[in-house]
């Protein structure tokens, strides 16, 4: 029987090959050590390509956005609208990946043993594994996104945020995140990875308002409806 991983344009197989794709174009770039570069030069080159088709500029863009949260890139301007960083360069522990030869997700699970914690909040009923990038989760998760409530808590951050007193780049940089996650959200097959992605993003700005108890509280609903669905955020 086919599987259904392998026919070309799978998303789940074109973003294992997109975040194969910037990390290995970073090793071969990075020969004689790390070297800052354009993240837009990978568009079109060979490393770029899934299944025979090249790989979209975006989907690169947010694979690099998901190395950096990975720590297997370092990254430089916030590329904004593009989804992801407009400069980066390999660490120490993407190269131990590329040299290990497994795939991201597989590298990850296999070479790091982060502690979970669990955060338990009297208004939700649960728990919330707050490291969850690298722990097994038992969830169920449904045959498409269930984004009714994370719909209703994105509209929230965004009328959270006059009042959370961030910068002004910061402001506008959230307000951008939760556009593309309503985007996505609105699509007959969301992109669970790019959910995921901006939704990380948005929380990140969010919480940079540390001494706010409503950047927390948002911070924390986020992370129990993104578990919820079957996709946690650390």
Not at 9 to 26: F, H
Request: charged share 25%; hydrophobic share 40%.
């Amino acid at each position: 029987m086919e599987d259904p991983a392998q026919r070309p344009g799978n998303p789940a197989s074109r973003w294992d090959d997109a975040l194969r794709a910037v990390l290995r174009w970073l090793y071969d770039r990075s020969s004689e050590g790390p070297v800052w570069v354009q993240t837009g030069e990978i568009v079109g080159t060979d490393y770029a390509v899934s299944q025979g088709e090249p790989l979209p500029e975006f989907l690169l863009y947010r694979a690099a956005e998901q190395l950096k949260n990975d720590e297997l890139i370092e990254a430089g301007e916030d590329g904004g609208e593009l989804g992801g960083p407009v400069i980066i360069r390999l660490t120490r522990e993407g190269r131990n990946c590329v040299d290990d030869g497994a795939n991201v997700t597989e590298y990850l699970r296999g070479s790091r043993n982060s502690p979970r914690t669990v955060w338990n909040i009297n208004s939700i009923s649960g728990n919330l594994a707050v490291d969850s990038t690298y722990v097994t989760q038992s969830a169920t998760t449904a045959p498409a996104l269930d984004a009714a409530q994370l719909k209703v808590l994105l509209q929230a951050m965004r009328e959270a945020l006059p009042v959370l007193d961030l910068p002004q780049d910061r402001t506008a940089a959230v307000r951008r995140s939760i556009e593309v996650v309503e985007g996505e959200l609105d699509q007959a097959e969301p992109d669970e990875h790019v959910v995921k992605t901006m939704v990380q993003r948005a929380i990140t700005g969010i919480g940079s308002a540390s001494q706010s108890a409503l950047s927390f509280c948002l911070t924390m609903l986020a992370k129990y409806e993104m578990s919820k669905m079957g996709i946690p955020i650390s």
